[in-house]
């Protein structure tokens, strides 16, 4: 069974950072192409940033220079270090684990909020 489980989510002050975590199960890590989606109240989920199993990442336009993804494939996890933060970055963060031959998965999802 698969499972991707996000962890590091919470409330944070614009200008902050937070790093979010996603370790995944039930899946061969390193051949998955990994990705951070993010869903913003009445907005559609959207791309935030992507990691292959070469390390080659992209990134949405809004969170260039900002957010940096990485994984660690001996601790079958993902991370999203997310500095210098936005209102508008207050969204729920969803880990995603997709291989064209092994299927797509998605983990349940973390609360960040950024405010004052």
């Known amino acids: 069974q698969v499972q991707l489980v996000e962890s590091g989510g919470g409330l944070v002050q614009p200008g902050g950072s937070l790093r979010v975590s996603c370790t995944a199960s039930g899946i061969i890590f390193s051949f998955y192409v990994m990705a951070w989606y993010r869903q913003a109240p009445g907005k559609q989920r959207e791309l935030v940033a992507r990691?292959?199993?070469?390390?080659?990442?992209n990134y949405a336009d809004s969170v260039k220079g900002r957010f940096t993804i990485s994984r660690d494939n001996a601790k079958n996890t993902v991370y999203l270090q997310m500095n210098s933060l936005k209102p508008e970055d207050t969204a729920i963060y969803y880990c995603?684990?997709?291989?064209?031959?092994?299927?797509?998965?998605w983990g349940q999802g973390t609360q960040v909020t950024v405010s004052s």
């Open positions: 995603n684990a997709d291989n064209p031959r092994s299927g797509n998965f």
């Open positions: 990691i292959n199993s070469s390390t080659n990442t």
